[in-house]
Structures are given as C-alpha cells and as structure tokens.
C-alpha cells in the first residue's frame, strides 16, 4: 500500500481544483497534489462553450449590480449573496490573470480582448472566449500549475475521504492503471470532483461527473444542501446512444448568430412537434408558445415524452422549415468547423438544412447543489473543502452562463486553494485511521473479489433511468417516494452484493465503474429525498404536486447530512445582504396544464411518424 | 454511407493485459449497425454486453479530452469523432506507447518529453498593462496552436515516432513541437524555446503532414509548428552541419548538391533535347529538378521522362544550365529567405521565357509551384498527371509487357498534400502485364520514406529508418518491383533495401513505362 504525503490534496482535475492547488503551491512550504480519477486537465472544465461574466472589460462594461442581479434571478434567491458579490469583484482580476498563467485571449484590437454578446435576461454583457476557448483556461491552469510545482496523479480514483475528530486526514484511492490501494495523508483535502450530471441517463457533461465528492463528503458527515436542483437543457441530441445528450442545436444556433438575432427571436417560427402532429407547446403556454422559458420548455418537452407522446427515443421534433433560409445559411456559416463537425456527426444533411424536423430531447446540464460551503470555501468539517460544481452557495437553484468558469471556478478556486493551504501551514502530520482505512480498502476491493452479485454496468443504467423518470424534471410525491424506497433498497441489499465480470486489477473499468455505482446510488437518494422535502417548484426542481413557488416558506436552502441515527434533513435559513426575495423581477410563475396520459398504441404513431 | 440499418459490423479488438496475459490477442466481436455509429458505440456497446472486462479510455464525447484515441484501422483518431463506415473495423492501442491494458496505453513517457521543454510561460517581466497588447493575428496563431488536447495521435502517426521502439527514442514528436511553437511565437514569453526545439528533433520532421491529418484539431504541425521553429533556428545558424552544406550549395551553386551550375543540363547532353533558353519554343517546360539533374541514379528518371514524352508527341523543352532550385526542401528547412530569392529567381525565368505550363519530375517541386509559390497564372503538373492525361487520350502506345508485380509507394507531396493518388496508379495499371498490389498502408494511409522536409540532408535519430520500415511493407507484398514517382522517395527505399539486405528493385513510374513503351 502506498502512502503519499501530502499537504493539501485536490481531488478532481478540472479548472476548480486547479485554481485551488496553484494558490496552495503558493505556499513554499507545502506539498500539493492533484488527484484526478480521468485526465489532468479533464472533467466538464474542458468541454465549457467558454463564457466569462465580466465586470469592467469591454466596450460597454457590466457593473457588478448587472451580473449580481441577473445570478439572482437565476438562482432564484437562494445564492449565497455575499459569495456571489465577493467573487464578483475579484472575478475580473481572476480573468485577467489567466493571461499571467499563459493563456492568450483572442483579441479585437491588440490591446483589448475579444467580446461577445449573449442574450441574457438581464442587462450583463457576457464576456466569450472564441474558439472553444475553455479548454485553453484550463490548459492555462495546467501550464502554471506544472511551473509551480503541483504534483499530477492522474487516473487515481480517490474513493473515500479520511477524517478523524480533529478534521480531516486524508484520503484513499485506487491508482487505475496498477490498480492498486493508496493512501493519501493529508491535514487538508479540497473535493473539486465537479457535479452529478451522470447520475441521469442522458446528460450534456462528461461522462465522469458521477457525484463522488457528494457522496465522500456526505459519508464523513458533511453538510449537503440544495441537492433536489439539477439544471437541465431541453435541445440535445438523441443519437447516437455514445453521444445522447452532447450537443445541443440551438446553443450552436447561438453561437453562430454572434449576438446580433436572439435565438428566441428564431424560436418564433419554430414548431415543437409530438408524434402526434400536435404542436403541444399551445398546451403549456400558449402565449409565448417556443419562445416560453428553458424550464418550461423542458417541463412541456418532458412531459410529452413521459405521457408517450414523445419519439420512440424519448424526444420531440423541433421543427425548424418555417425559420427562413438565411438564418439557416448564416447558423451554417457561422458555425466555428468544431461546432459545424459535431452537429455534422449527429444530424443528416437534411436536417441541418432544416428541411427535416431535427429531433431533440432534454438533457441534465448542472448541478447547482452540493457540499455547503462558506465564502472561503471551508464544510463543516475542519480541512475538508469543496469548489466548483461539487460546492453548494454560489449559483442557487441555477446558474448563470458565464459565471461557472469565471467567479465560481477561478474566484472561489483561489480563496479555496488559499484557506485549505493556511489550515495545512497550522497543522502537524496527521493521524491516519488505520481501521477505517483498511475498512475502506476491504470496501472498495470487494466488487473485485466477489464472485457473483449484481452486475455493474445493469445497476448504473438502473440507477440512470430511475432518476430520468421519477427524479429528473417533473417529480411528484408518488414517484419520489418510490424512488426513495428503491434507491433505499438498493443500498442496502444490491450496492453491498456488486460484482464485476473482470477480475484483472489493472485498468479495469467495470471495478471503476462498480465504485462509481456506490456513490450514484448513494446521491440519488440524497436528491431524491431533498426534492421530496422541498414542497414546492423552483428552478430545476418541478413539483407537478406544488407547481407553485412558495417564497414564504421556502426560500431556504434544504441541508442534508449523515448524522447519527441517519439521514437528516431540514432547512438552512440564507441571510439576503443586498436583495430581498422579490426586490427585483420574479420569472413569472407559470402553471403548466398537466394532460392526461395517452392511452393509445404508441407504436402505431411511431409508424405514421415515417 | 455503404451501412445500412441491422448490417453487423465486425468489430476486431485488440486485447492484451501485460500482467496476466503471455501475448496479445484479437478478439472480434459482432455489432449490429445503427445509423451515425461511432466507434465509441461500439466499443460501448461490448463493454456493456458481450464483454465487460474491455479497457478504453472515454470521457468528454466531443473530442476536447483527449483521452480516447486510438488506431482505427491503423490510423490514429478519436474513437467519439470516428464513425463507422465499413463491415470491418480494427482497433489497436496507439503504437509506439507501452499497453497498460486493451487499447489503454501508458502515455507518461511522452508527457514527460513534454513536461522537460518546461511547458509554461516564463517571463520573468510582469505585463505594465493590461490586457496587454498582443498583435491580433499572433494571438489568433496561438489560439490555433493551443488547441492541441494532448491525445497524442500525431505521436502515434508521426513516421519519425512509430519507427522506433520507444517514444523517448530521438524525435520528441509533433505534439511537443507544437508546444514549443506557441512559447517561441508567444511574445511574453522569454524562455529560448528555438534551442530546446533543437535538442528535441525540430531536424528530424519529414514534413510529410500525417499529423495534421490525423489532429483531431487540424492543427497545421508542419507548417505553424516545426517550419516556424526551424526558421527561428536558421536565423540563429543552429541548423545541423549537413542541411548547413545543402542551403550554402543551393545560395552558391542553385543546387544543394553543390555541383556546378554549368553542368545542371550535361544529363540531356545527348538527348537533343528542346532548350528554350537558347531560343527553343516548347508548350511545355520540363521542370527537371535538382536532384534528376545531378544524382546519376535520377538522370535515368529524367532520361526516361524525355522518352516517353516524345514518344508521346509532347512539344517540351527544359531550361538547361538555366535551371534553378525550386526551393521546396530550402523552405522546409527552414530557410525563407533563401526560398523567397529562388522564388523571385524562378518567376523571372519562367516570364522571360514566356512559360506557361511546366510539369515537373519531383512531386516537391510540383507541390511548391502549385502552393508555395505566388500565383502567377502558370499551369503545373506532376508527370504523373500529364502521363495519366496522355494515356486517356491515346497517346501513348505500349508495346511490350512488364511482366511483374508492382507495389507503388505514393509521395506524401503528391498524395496527402495534393491529393493526387489515381493517376499514377491508372498509368500502372495501364501498362500491358503488370500487376500492381497494394502495401497494407496506402493512399491517404501511406507512410513516408523519411526522406522529406529537407531530411535528404540530415541524419536520422533513433535506430530504425522510415525508409527501412517502409522497405519491410514492401516485401511483406512480396513485389518484384517497388514503384514510385518522387526522387527522394526512390533514394530512400533504395537505401531501405540495402539496409535490410533485400534486393527489390526500386523505379520511377516514368522507367516501367520507358519498358513498356
């Protein structure tokens, strides 16, 4: 067993873990890691469209209020006001030091960087990287983390989070290509492992966002909040099954307008059509029809599938003949060649020449909750830290595009990076459990020495389309309830029977997988119980049996946390600095018109459909 | 799209775990087909049902991670950006890396090529301002360069790389390369990249551009990457000893053999061919080249050319002593100043004497005409083009057969630079007797002699040769004669035969018809 010393151990490779390990190396005296069960650089980091909110660049610069109050209304007041104000102000600054870590800007002139305007609700300008310029923030941050000396582990899974009662002491992990135990000893451990969007069948992330800093930090008693809200996007791809949920047109539709035509302005002459030939958004709203918001047209989209009117792949027609031509020809020739590819891979001619309804179905994009953290990054726990989308406390109930990479990435990734270092600097090495470390390994080698059980990869897709359907973006009592009781079972009675086919120990990625398993399991029941607790709608989380927001009462972030005697949930009051609830424009409230469920063959309508 | 719906796709896999297994095997699986089907799908596919114990790599699905490719049906590519396109698809890990398992490879060795050129921005100059001013192509050149996602397929690829045994062997490769062109063209930074270029094998690139065809990115490697840094080396005069020679004869002589310029024309002597210099009109120039003009193995091409066009009743002439260097390996080493002044030199010659078309014997030359040079209007093909022309419209009467079998090896600057891959193999195939086979790798696939970019004048790192590695695939075909229409190309698998001790004649398309004729 291999034991590495380390001060502060980031787990997770993206754009917040590494921001978080290149201050702590700013530290002469501390040792610092970057663990990362995939790549370094890797996770959803990479695969951003790459929008930074910006104050104060550009040619019409934002103010702080603009951004503020537009991440209010999208997190629907439960932001964690302070840290949204405090990493707005130093969010330029984390921006612009991006070109110190090597990064290059594309630039308008030379002296000033390349801007690009997209529709936002509110007043602020977004401030866009080109060319797919997210990947090269994190390239950036890899570049500079290599220079100060941060220690690279990647593909070593980290599967638990060790702790004593004076705080945490480390870690243990699998190193993926030996296979093989270790054992991390740390006075500091930062969890930046990103959010849950595979725990759903189809998501838009990677495909490693399993939930694991969830459930790590769930198991050693951290406090988890807002759990019940996952942000969904309702235009992605259905097909191929390897792609399902990759690429979503009408984003690329954005992108390639430049700003100038609203993509809701398009939206106008787009029919959303069922199997039925109904153009079924006049149920939902039928005084914006398409041009309704993101989460109602996820609800409206999501429903008609649930209720069978949906393709047979579990998605609805956008049909998109009535847009004129020349906003076609310009979304084809505006499409960077990267974009122009990937819709290429998935859509026939036909269709990218809208003369065929494009096929699309929701997918899960974010989520927003996780491990609560304060403004300087610390949980309840005592050098146990979380950053980025595995943190709960900067977006609310959603996020605001531009803000993931720019303030909750970068600025909470420095403040982070440099609260877990100054815990490392008080510290003495710490004392390793050896009992709960063997625990673990015993825990974690067990699928591997199993010779029959569950299987693996049946429980994950289990796991996937339970949550699809009964936890995914319209939920009710009923449902969350059953899901409850099955994700209950299946920690109990499955989880603890799982089995992989493979008994090789190097690189096996059904063991890795059957790992991963245990954590989803594990946070699908967390989120399944916040959404039951929280009896009401808001942002991505729809009560079809309280369609209602309740600003009296919930108005609160729902906790979670493992104490004893089990699971405990409740609410943790927010302090609201500088905005009421309601000081600024509510989304309207909107009470969908639930339909009945069609009761006919579906088949016969999937037939006619051709 | 030849798949249709419910076809099974035979899926060959490559299986091997270092630890438990003796040998690596294949094992091939059967995948029902589905319509716009990556070769991840099936590769996921297996893994969820027929086999779970498959290792690969996967995470992003839209080819920004870098973390899956692998060789697909010998070629380097991104298994989430390669659909699947035939009944039969092989996949093998990236060769030369060391398997962890399946087609997982070990990429440590190349990251740590990577992490010794210190991969960072080192100024040690903070900005006075910021942004700080940057010009605004620079920075766009950088944001191209910096697309690279470190899925080392352009390692794999690279012919200088999958020759040797071991990635730390010689030549750092494409990636690392590219790396060392962002720093060097990134004005803040103030490292000296150009040396560390230098020791890392800036010299060893063969230009042949198979990374950049298989970059997922298309990132332009050969030329934003290893020309620019071998033009920062020539402007310091760190350039190795032999290219040294090469661009001081091509300065001196209008050659880099370094032979007198007065006896550029001595090959034809006793041809009588056309002169256009000395007042001889011809439709068209004969671009005969540096190396057809003084190598006494090429004369035979350049002989064999003037043959065959008369034989043809082609009206041509050539420039005798008058010729000049097209300059095409000067540029690829890296000396652009050199280039520019053939260019110039060139152009005159060509409006002084009112030509209008040339074809040329060196696919390099041809490729520098056509894409390097300005465009002046002048028409330029390869003899192969011509040739190929000539047969559809009857011109050419072969009267004895070839009785052999052929294999050709096609130049990279005919065919991945210029996409010219059928005439010369219609011109085989027109030839009475002859049997043309392909070499396993072909066509867009081929792989280089190792003879390119300027490499006719360096030496190679490593221990084993492009050239030799070549060789072997041509017997492998077990040819009786290995066929080509590049100078360079025909030296190397000459030298790759010596080496290996085989002895497959290797001759220029323009000889087999000469015999045929």
Redesign the interface.
């Known amino acids: 067993m291999d034991v590495i010393d380390k001060d502060v151990l980031v787990i997770g490779g993206g754009n917040a873990g590494l921001r978080a390990a290149i201050e702590a190396s700013g530290f002469p005296e501390l040792s610092v890691a970057v663990a990362s069960k995939?790549?370094i650089p890797?996770?959803a980091s990479?695969?951003s469209a790459g929008v930074f909110n910006v104050v104060g660049l550009g040619p019409e610069p934002a103010t702080i209020e603009d951004i503020f109050n537009d991440t209010i209304i999208y997190g629907d007041y439960l932001n964690d006001q302070r840290m949204v104000r405090t990493c707005l102000e130093e969010g330029s600054e984390r921006v612009?030091e991006l070109?110190?870590?090597?990064?290059?800007?594309?630039?308008?002139?030379?002296?000033?960087?390349y801007f690009f305007d997209v529709v936002t609700p509110g007043t602020s300008k977004l401030y866009r990287f080109?060319?797919?310029?997210a990947?090269?923030v994190a390239?950036a941050l890899q570049?500079?983390a290599?220079?100060r000396g941060v220690e690279f582990y990647p593909e070593v899974m980290i599967t638990s989070v060790q702790t004593s009662s004076n705080g945490a002491t480390g870690a243990t992990g699998i190193d993926m290509?030996r296979g093989e135990f270790v054992v991390f000893r740390s006075n500091s451990v930062v969890i930046a492992t990103g959010g849950g969007t595979s725990l759903y069948k189809r998501a838009y992330c990677?495909?490693?966002s399993t939930g694991d800093g969830y459930a790590m930090a769930f198991k050693v008693g951290a406090e988890l909040a807002n759990m019940e809200f996952v942000q969904w996007i309702w235009n992605t791809n259905l097909?191929?099954?390897?792609?399902e949920g990759?690429?979503d047109p009408v984003t690329a539709l954005e992108l390639a307008l430049g700003g100038d035509l609203t993509v809701k302005e398009v939206l106008r002459n787009v029919k959303f059509v069922n199997v039925l030939g109904e153009r079924f958004m006049e149920r939902y709203d039928p005084v914006w029809m398409e041009m309704a918001t993101d989460d109602v047209l996820c609800v409206a989209i999501f429903n008609e599938v649930r209720q069978r009117r949906g393709t047979k792949k579990g998605g609805i027609l956008m049909d998109l003949t009535e847009v004129p031509k020349e906003i076609n020809y310009r979304w084809r020739k505006g499409l960077d060649?990267?974009w122009s590819?990937?819709l290429h891979?998935?859509f026939d001619e036909e269709e990218l020449r809208w003369e065929k309804p494009l096929e699309v179905g929701p997918a899960a994009i974010y989520s927003p909750g996780g491990i609560k953290i304060n403004l300087n990054g610390e949980t309840n726990i005592p050098g146990l830290y979380a950053v980025g989308a595995a943190s709960c406390g900067m977006h609310g109930t959603a996020y605001l595009a531009g803000n993931c990479l720019g303030i909750d990435t970068l600025a909470m990734g420095k403040r982070t990076g440099e609260t877990a270092a100054r815990h490392a600097l008080k510290k003495a090495t710490p004392k390793i459990d050896w009992n709960s470390v063997d625990k673990e390994r015993k825990r974690v080698f067990a699928p591997l020495e199993r010779e029959e059980g569950e299987s693996?990869?049946e429980i994950k897709?289990y796991i996937q389309n339970l949550m699809f359907d009964k936890v995914g973006i319209i939920r009710n009592e009923k449902g969350l309830k059953e899901a409850i009781q099955d994700f209950q079972r299946l920690n109990e009675e499955v989880i603890p029977r799982l089995y992989?086919?493979?008994k090789?120990?190097?690189?096996?990625?059904?063991w890795k997988t059957a790992i991963e398993v245990q954590h989803m399991c594990l946070c699908a029941e967390i989120m399944a119980r916040s959404a039951l607790f929280r009896t009401e709608s808001r942002g991505g989380c729809f009560r079809e049996d309280f369609p209602k927001r309740d600003n009296a009462n919930w108005c609160v972030q729902t906790g979670i946390q493992l104490k004893r005697g089990g699971i405990k949930i409740y609410t943790i009051p927010l302090e609201f600095v500088y905005l009421e609830p309601g000081d600024i424009g509510w989304k309207e409230d909107w009470l969908p018109k639930m339909y009945p469920e069609f009761s006919g063959n579906p088949s016969v309508l999937h037939a006619k459909l051709k | 799209m030849v798949l249709k719906k419910k076809k099974k796709v035979k899926l060959r896999v490559f299986r091997y775990d270092p630890i438990e297994d003796l040998s690596p095997r294949y094992e091939t699986f059967d995948v029902s087909y589905i319509p716009h089907m990556t070769v991840l799908d099936a590769l996921m596919y297996v893994r969820k049902n027929l086999d779970s114990s498959l290792a690969f790599r996967y995470s992003c699905r839209q080819w920004v991670c870098g973390q899956c490719a692998v060789k697909v049906n010998g070629k380097p590519a991104l298994i989430c950006k390669t659909s699947i396109e035939d009944e039969e698809i092989t996949v093998d890990p990236l060769t030369p890396f060391p398997v962890v398992r399946d087609l997982v490879v070990d990429r440590r060795k190349v990251q740590d090529r990577i992490k010794g050129i210190k991969p960072f921005l080192m100024r040690k100059n903070p900005a006075i301002k910021e942004p700080e001013p940057i010009d605004i192509k620079v920075a766009d050149t950088f944001v191209h360069l910096n697309q690279c996602i470190d899925c080392y397929a352009c390692v794999s690829a690279c012919p200088m790389i999958s020759t040797k045994k071991d990635v730390t062997d010689g030549f750092a490769g494409p990636v690392t390369m590219i790396k060392l062109a962002k720093f060097a063209l990134d004005p803040r930074d103030e490292a000296d990249r150009a040396s560390a270029a230098y020791s890392e094998g800036a010299y060893s690139c063969t230009a042949c551009a198979k990374c950049k065809e298989v970059c997922p990115w298309d990132i332009d490697i050969p030329t934003l990457g290893i020309r620019y840094l071998r033009q920062l080396l020539v402007e310091r005069g760190d350039v190795p000893k032999t290219a040294q020679d090469a661009l001081m004869n091509t300065y001196k002589y209008g050659n880099p053999w370094g032979q007198r310029k007065d006896r550029r024309g001595e090959w034809a002597k006793d041809f009588n061919v056309k002169n256009i210099p000395k007042g001889k009109n011809a439709d068209i120039l004969y671009y005969v080249g540096c190396t057809p003009s003084y190598d006494p193995r090429i004369q035979e091409v350049a002989r064999a050319m003037v043959f065959v066009l008369r034989e043809a009743g082609v009206d041509f002439g050539i420039l005798g002593n008058e010729e000049m260097c097209c300059g095409a390996p000067m540029l690829r080493l890296g000396e652009k100043g050199l280039f520019d002044m053939l260019v110039e030199e060139n152009l005159n010659l060509f409006e002084k004497y009112n030509v209008k078309k040339v074809v040329t014997t060196s696919p390099h030359s041809y490729n520098a005409f056509l894409n390097d040079y300005p465009k002046k209007g002048l028409r330029v093909q390869h003899y192969t083009q011509l040739l190929s022309e000539l047969i559809d419209e009857g011109k050419i009467n072969f009267s004895k057969k070839v009785d052999a079998v052929v294999t050709y090896h096609d130049p990279c600057f005919l065919g991945r630079y210029n996409d010219v891959y059928e005439p010369p193999r219609k011109i085989l195939e027109a030839i009475p007797g002859l049997k043309l086979v392909e070499m396993p790798r072909n066509k867009e696939n081929s792989f280089c002699c190792g003879g390119g970019g300027g490499m006719m004048w360096v030496d190679e790192l490593g221990e084993e040769r492009a050239c030799v590695v070549r060789a072997r695939e041509a017997v492998s075909v077990e040819p009786d004669v290995v066929a080509t229409a590049c100078p360079f190309c025909l030296s190397s698998l000459e030298d790759g035969f010596k080496i290996i001790d085989k002895e497959v004649p290797v001759k220029d398309i323009i000889e087999l018809v000469k015999d045929a004729i």
């Not at chain 1, 097909?239 to 792609?243: E, I, K, R, T, V």
């Open positions: 995939s790549m890797g996770g990479v695969m612009m070109e110190r870590f090597g990064a290059m800007q594309p630039r308008r002139e030379t002296d000033q960087y080109k060319n797919r310029y990947w090269q390239r570049e500079e290599i220079e290509k990677d495909t490693s097909y191929p099954p390897a792609l990759r690429t060649r990267h590819e990937m891979q998935i693996t990869y897709t992989t086919c493979d090789h120990q190097s690189y096996n990625i059904e």
